[in-house]
């Protein structure tokens, strides 16, 4: 497990995070994930969005203005438009985003519950907070006893099941609206059987590699307005690449491990 304070810990989880994604496995699913967010970005709309995670940033299919990603350093920056902080302490205004994307991070950080809560914060009252994690249950969850394994991405950390998170959301007063799975296989191979993929998104079974989380605030979904994203306000604060805030946020409900 990583420190989530810990900015070398972090910077080196990432690092090993990254030649994950880039191999063909991490591929495969990447491609996957990307095809199982599709139709979710089609109804999205507004100003700003982050992704926090350590695959290539599937969030820019969506039509959200301005685009974020993230970095635990300078040095591991790929655009102008990332955030360089702690997961758990983004320097950005309550309320001020469309869309949060976490993306295989609450598994393997320190401090998951208060990374989850930062996201929860700064996600806007009509905006949207997706989660992908890691299925216990899949081909991947099962080849995670093997000797070893658990001690390598993508393997290590805590996998958790959407009912846990959906227990999480409850204290930053978020609520699921959907859990969708994705990357079908067969044990020992990629997540590129078409066939597999085809019927396990069709029936929506809890045996895919990854899931999907869609999460609104619940005041929205008590209210059942139309699934339209927008700014209430511009986006203000510290600047990007900052690890710094302008002055204390607001905390809300905390939840321990």
């Known amino acids: ?5 810990d900015p070398h810990a972090l910077a080196r989880l990432v690092r090993e995070g990254r030649r994950y994604w880039a191999s063909p496995a991490g591929q495969a699913l990447w491609r996957a994930e990307r095809a199982c967010l599709g139709p979710v970005c089609e109804d999205l709309v507004g100003q700003h969005s982050l992704e926090l995670g350590m695959a290539p940033v599937l969030s820019d299919i969506c039509p959200i203005r301005h685009a974020m990603s993230w970095a635990p350093n300078v040095e591991m920056v790929d655009h ?3 955030l360089v902080c702690s997961p758990d302490a983004l320097p950005l205004p309550d309320d001020s985003l469309s869309l949060v994307l976490i993306h295989h991070l609450l598994e393997v950080v320190g401090e998951p519950h208060r990374m989850l809560q930062e996201a929860a914060r700064v996600t806007a009252d009509s ?7 890691w299925c216990p249950l899949s081909a991947g969850g099962i080849s995670r006893v093997w000797p070893g394994r658990r001690r390598r991405m993508p393997w290590r950390g805590h996998w958790r099941t959407p009912g846990r998170l959906g227990d999480w959301l409850a204290f930053v007063d978020f609520e699921i609206e959907r859990v969708d799975y994705c990357g079908f296989h067969l044990p020992g191979s990629l997540p590129c059987n078409t066939m597999l993929e085809t019927l396990g998104r069709r029936h929506n079974l809890p045996l895919g590699d990854s899931y999907m989380i869609h999460a609104r605030r619940r005041a929205q979904l008590a209210q059942s307005q139309p699934s339209r ?3 209430s306000r511009p986006l203000a604060g510290p600047a990007l690449g900052s690890a710094s805030r ?3 946020q607001p905390q809300r409900n905390r939840k321990g491990d």
């Open 80 to 82: 102008e438009s990332t």
């Open 1 to 5: 497990m990583s420190n989530s304070r």
């Open 246 to 248: 302008a002055g204390p």
């Open 229 to 231: 994203f927008e700014l």
């Open 127 to 133: 905006g949207r907070l997706i989660i992908f994690g």
